[in-house]
């Protein structure tokens, strides 16, 4: 007796072993379909748009550079300001509270 594997029946066609276990095709979850739209619409806008215009553009900070003395009068200069209008906001409250009280 013969080891064959037979099929009962014949009008269905015969599948592999490959093809049990390849993988299905799952529906996509609604994240991901919103994904997937947000990049479609993306691409319409950039076809719409000329994207190339900033190609050749040099974005980099190597000429932004700033030592340590730069940086604190900056920060001196900053601070001065602040105190500056500090005192001129205080000024205005105590002149409109001196105005509160003689009306």
């Known amino acids: ?3 064959k594997r037979v099929r009962d029946d ?8 490959m093809q049990d276990h390849r993988r299905r ?3 996509l979850s609604d994240h991901e379909e919103d994904d997937c739209e ?15 215009r ?12 700033a030592s340590f003395g730069d940086m604190t009068k900056k920060e001196k200069r900053s ?3 602040g105190r500056t209008e500090d005192r001129e906001q205080l000024r205005l409250l105590e002149e409109n509270a001196r105005h509160q009280r003689v009306s």
Request: net charge positive; charged share 35%.
């Open 38 to 52: 947000g990049v479609k619409a993306l691409l319409i806008i950039k076809k719409m748009f000329n994207t190339k």
């Open 54 to 65: 900033f190609a050749g553009r040099d974005d980099r900070d190597t000429e932004m550079e």
């Open 79 to 81: 601070e001065r300001l």
């Open 10 to 17: 014949i009008s269905l066609p015969a599948v592999s072993n």
């Open 1 to 3: 007796m013969t080891n």
């Open 25 to 27: 095709k799952r529906r």
